[in-house]
């Protein structure tokens, strides 16, 4: 079992910028790939971005490619999204996901992959 808690939501303003974290709680965390995903009402939940569990790939839906950056810290047992220029279509809840893949192949952007989730986090962007 992995439990996951995300962090760092909050409401800003158009153009602002977040950060959300992700606590893990397994030891074994660093051989987790990790991703973020996204749900606002009315649709279904959304590929945000992903990093393999080195750290050393990722991956970025192409609406927030270039504005968000996932990193990872695998001693604190710590995944983060770095959001800025952040625009009201965002306004969303972030949820964080953990999933073993194989690592010959790029992290899925599938939620229906992923083994474990956390609560979510809302962002709100103002316009």
Sequence with gaps: QVQ???SG????????SLRL??????????SYAMGWFRQAPGNEREFVAAIKWSGDNTYY?????GRFTISRDNAKNMVYLQ???LK??????????AGRFSPMKPVPRSDREYNYWGQGTQVTVSS
Aim: with cysteine; hydrophobic share 35%; glycine share 10%.
């Design 88 to 97: 009201p279509e965002d306004t969303a809840v972030y949820y964080c996901a």
């Design 83 to 85: 959001m800025n220029s």
């Design 4 to 6: 996951l808690v995300e």
């Design 9 to 16: 939501g909050g409401l800003v303003q158009a153009g602002g």
């Design 21 to 30: 974290s992700c606590a893990a709680s397994r030891r074994t965390f660093s």
């Design 61 to 65: 839906a192409d609406s927030v490619k």
